[in-house]
């Protein structure tokens, strides 16, 4: 084994050569899909889901790469006379246009059949194929491609020394291409994923048409001064394509491409105590009566009595109660209690109401998935008028395994729209946000009681919120990305 053998190689082990190259390509494509996944969360498509399109999206775009390369070779003669030199692209030989075309067929198929938005994702990857672009010129670099016009040595009065000697190509220095586009990408990468939101309320497929128009206008620029273009009928090829992008970008950016979202790709799932019905205090007040029926000599301090918020009731009882005790006969008693608790004072949690008729109008799927048995659930719906709103209601006796276990919420997605993009989770415990994010769902955590504020900081949901209607501004704001 050898490190470095020569300027181009990485190493060389039992005389395979690992040029690079190749380190510097597969080195930018892993930075790009750590961005990727990064930007893929924020839109609900998990690593794993990344990564079953990247692998594959890679491969392609390797073989799109060469087969361009090769095709547009000036001298394609070079190829047909000894096929296998198509294989031998270790030392060079990718172009970059038709990995982005090879890749994005792929991309495309394996997106449709995963079942995720392809311009989802797409909006995802393309702020970091920018960087892994910028990455991947400096093995252009280190195999003396991708370079311009024949300069004088004053040309590098700027540049390190080992980077003007190996600019010395074939007798003369040459202008440094690749240089140029590699900070232009970077550049790209910075206006795009930082600059234009806040100029530009950005919508499904913005990421991608800004890209296009980018790198589009930055390789026309850097195709002229280059000497090495690939060509098409005495054309500058990455000048045609890159001509396409920009009109693509252009007419996509005006939204003729876009389709209006179909809110039915969106599930919004709510618990319902202390979240939608302002139950807590019921709740507190009716565990205090039961246990003080049962054995007055027990004491609950206030954070025992808040522990109750969130578990099922057999759950608080057996922690609490002797094994002597009958914890059916507890939990038939809370519930009538509860039950009656609910008819005389139940209220909403502020704009509880408003909010779901806010969604309703706007097509989305709403539903309740709570620890409370369906029969206490319904009573509280109903009594606020919220059931002609919701397309599922799921009750804690309804599964085998409450919540945090996400079991629940899986089983009302699957009832009412299995194929949903976007699905959320609105909660106010701890383990409402535990439960949303097993079930993969964006998780919002609403603070309706101040003592569970820092706990529901400590479990990182996707969002916190203090008003209720805010759920609408997220999912808005989402659905525009």
């Given at each position: 084994m050898?490190?470095f053998?020569?300027?181009?190689?990485?190493i060389s082990?039992f005389?395979?050569?690992?040029a690079?190259?190749?380190v510097i390509?597969?080195?930018?494509?892993?930075v790009?899909?750590?961005?990727?996944?990064q930007?893929?969360?924020?839109?609900?498509?998990?690593?794993?889901?990344v990564?079953?399109?990247?692998?594959?999206t890679?491969?392609f775009?390797?073989?799109?790469a060469?087969?361009w390369?090769?095709i547009?070779?000036?001298d394609?003669?070079?190829?047909?006379?000894?096929?296998?030199?198509?294989?031998?692209?270790r030392?060079g030989g990718?172009?970059?246009?038709?990995?982005?075309?090879?890749?994005?067929?792929?991309?495309?198929?394996?997106?449709?059949?995963l079942?995720?938005?392809?311009?989802?994702?797409?909006?995802?990857?393309?702020?970091?194929?920018?960087?892994?672009?910028?990455?991947?010129?400096?093995?252009?670099f280190?195999?003396?491609?991708?370079?311009?016009?024949?300069?004088?040595a004053a040309?590098?009065?700027?540049?390190?020394?080992?980077f003007?000697?190996y600019?010395?190509i074939?007798g003369?220095?040459?202008?440094?291409?690749?240089?140029?586009?590699?900070i232009?990408?970077?550049?790209?990468?910075i206006l795009?994923k930082?600059?234009?939101?806040?100029?530009?309320k950005?919508?499904?497929g913005d990421?991608?048409y800004?890209y296009l128009?980018?790198?589009?206008?930055?390789?026309?620029?850097?195709?002229?001064?280059?000497?090495?273009?690939?060509?098409?009928?005495?054309?500058?090829?990455?000048?045609?394509?890159?001509?396409?992008?920009i009109?693509?970008?252009v007419?996509?950016?005006?939204?003729v491409?876009?389709?209006?979202?179909?809110?039915?790709?969106?599930?919004?799932?709510?618990?319902?105590?202390?979240?939608?019905?302002?139950?807590?205090?019921l709740?507190?007040s009716t565990?205090?009566k039961?246990?003080n029926?049962v054995?007055?000599?027990?004491t609950?301090s206030?954070?025992?009595k808040l522990?109750?918020?969130?578990?099922?009731?057999?759950?608080?009882?057996e922690?609490?109660?002797?094994?002597?005790h009958?914890?059916?006969?507890?939990?038939v008693?809370?519930?009538?209690?509860?039950m009656n608790?609910?008819?005389e004072s139940?209220?909403e949690i502020?704009?509880?109401k408003?909010?779901?008729?806010?969604?309703s109008?706007?097509n989305?799927?709403?539903?309740?998935?709570?620890?409370?048995?369906?029969?206490s659930?319904?009573?509280g719906l109903?009594?606020?008028?919220?059931?002609?709103?919701?397309s599922?209601?799921?009750?804690?006796?309804e599964v085998?395994?409450?919540?945090?276990?996400?079991?629940?919420?899986?089983?009302?997605?699957?009832?009412?729209?299995?194929?949903a993009?976007?699905?959320?989770?609105v909660?106010?415990?701890?383990?409402?946000?535990?439960?949303?994010?097993?079930?993969?769902?964006?998780?919002i955590?609403?603070?309706?009681?101040?003592?569970?504020?820092?706990?529901?900081?400590?479990?990182?949901?996707d969002?916190?919120?203090?008003?209720?209607?805010d759920?609408?501004?997220?999912?808005?704001e989402n659905?525009?990305?």
């Open positions: 050898e490190l053998p020569n300027p181009k190689t990485f082990i005389g395979i050569d690992i690079w190259y190749a390509i597969m080195f930018g494509a892993a790009g899909l750590y961005l990727t996944t930007a893929a969360k924020k839109r609900n498509i998990s690593s794993e889901q990564e079953d399109v990247f692998f594959g890679l491969i775009g390797l073989i799109g060469r087969l390369y090769v547009f070779y000036p394609i003669s070079y190829f047909l006379e000894d096929l296998t030199r198509v294989l031998a692209f030392d990718l172009a970059i246009q038709g990995g982005l075309v090879a890749g994005a067929i792929y991309a495309y198929y394996k997106t449709a059949k079942g995720i938005s392809f311009l989802d994702l797409a909006d995802s990857a393309m702020p970091g194929v920018m960087i892994a672009q910028a990455i991947g010129r400096w093995g252009n280190v195999n003396q491609e991708a370079y311009g016009e024949v300069v004088s040309y590098f009065k700027y540049f390190p020394n080992w003007k000697d600019m010395f074939n003369e220095y040459r202008q440094p291409m690749f240089f140029w586009e590699s232009l990408n970077i550049l790209g990468f795009i930082f600059a234009l939101p806040k100029f530009r950005m919508k499904q990421y991608v800004a128009i980018w790198y589009g206008i930055v390789r026309i620029g850097i195709e002229h001064f280059r000497t090495d273009s690939l060509m098409f009928m005495g054309l500058k090829s990455a000048q045609l394509v890159s001509l396409v992008f009109i693509v970008g007419i996509g950016f005006m939204g491409f876009r389709k209006k979202q179909d809110k039915q790709d969106t599930l919004v799932l709510f618990d319902f105590d202390g979240t939608l019905g302002d139950t807590n205090p709740i507190l565990f205090t039961v246990f029926e054995d007055p000599s027990i609950l206030e954070d025992t522990s109750f918020i969130g578990p099922t009731l057999y759950h608080s009882f922690r609490h109660l002797e094994a002597h009958d914890i059916d006969a507890c939990v008693r809370y519930k009538e209690l509860n608790m609910q008819r139940l209220e502020k704009d509880s408003k909010l779901l008729e806010t969604l109008a706007k989305y799927v709403l539903g309740v998935v709570s620890s409370k048995t369906r029969d659930l319904t009573l109903d009594l606020l008028n919220f059931t002609e709103n919701l599922i209601i799921i009750g804690g006796n085998e395994h409450p919540k945090p276990n996400p079991e629940g919420i899986l089983k009302a997605k699957q009832e009412v729209l299995a194929n993009k976007k699905c959320y989770y909660g106010d415990t701890v383990t409402d946000v535990e439960a949303a994010r097993a079930a993969g769902f964006i998780s955590a609403i603070v309706t009681t101040k003592q569970f504020e820092e706990k529901i900081k400590a479990s990182n949901p969002y916190i919120i203090y008003d209720l209607m759920v609408a501004k997220i999912i808005e659905e525009n990305e």
